[in-house]
């Protein structure tokens, strides 16, 4: 069945370590893939989206996420975490050739721990 | 520019009753977005509206859910009655159309609990 996956429901790190969220998917062709943040109150905000070309994508707020076709992953990362970063995290994917219809997984708890 | 905006941002209701829940989308978007967020889930689309036509609304259940967006601009979702499974966050999305590539961007939610 076509999916979104998101392994880890919660992660802990301390302030200033790195940090890195898993998303896979299970679409057949390379859909298109995005990482939106919402935080206590607020609205899923976009941090960063993947369409073709380079694989390394840079975000807002110091995110980046690397697309790797062979493992149908597009994982998030962040080299140092703040406190204010402490909010859930969904990968999503709008599958290859459907209108703007997002599939989102199930999210990501982050703790920051000072 | 505003973003989107929703209201009212907390509902409690017994169950059976009705709810209703506003959207004004950014101005000028013309494709609006609700969604369903049950606890620790993602969002699941319930509708889709290409100016004031619903082109999606697979996911919508019609029993008890209805929408509209008559002029194209803002728009409502309302249940009706409601039930205890009800109880979730509902979100409003916009983009300034509908292709694949386009952002969506979300208001704050809505979020309902049914007694």
């Known amino acids: 069945a076509q999916s979104v996956t998101q392994p880890d429901i919660h992660i802990t790190v301390s302030e200033g370590a790195s940090l890195e969220l898993r998303c896979n998917y299970s679409y057949g062709a390379t859909p298109y893939l995005f990482w939106y943040v919402q935080s206590p109150g607020q609205g899923l905000q976009l941090l960063l989206k993947?369409?073709?070309?380079?694989?390394l994508v840079q975000g807002i707020k110091g995110f980046e996420a690397e697309f790797k076709r062979s493992q149908s992953s597009f994982n998030l990362r962040k080299p140092s975490v703040h406190w204010s970063d402490a909010a859930e995290y969904f990968c999503?994917?709008?599958?290859?050739?459907?209108?703007?219809?997002?599939?989102f997984g199930a999210g990501t708890r982050l703790a920051v721990h000072p | 520019e505003a973003g989107v905006v929703q209201s009212p941002r907390y509902k409690i209701i017994e169950k059976k009753q009705p709810v209703a829940f506003w959207c004004n989308p950014i101005?000028?978007?013309?494709?609006l977005y609700w969604y369903l967020q049950n606890l620790g889930q993602g969002p699941e689309l319930l509708i889709r509206y290409e100016n004031e036509e619903a082109v999606d609304d697979s996911q919508l259940p019609k029993d008890r859910f209805s929408a509209e967006r008559l002029k194209g601009v803002d728009s409502t979702l309302k249940i009706q009655p409601a039930e205890l499974g009800d109880s979730a966050v509902y979100l409003c999305a916009s983009s300034s159309d509908s292709s694949s590539t386009d952002t969506q961007y979300f208001g704050p939610g809505t979020r309902l609990t049914v007694l």
């Open positions: 999503a994917v709008v599958p290859d050739g459907g209108y703007n219809k997002l599939i």
């Open positions: 101005s000028g978007h013309n494709t």
């Open positions: 993947y369409f073709s070309g380079d694989t």
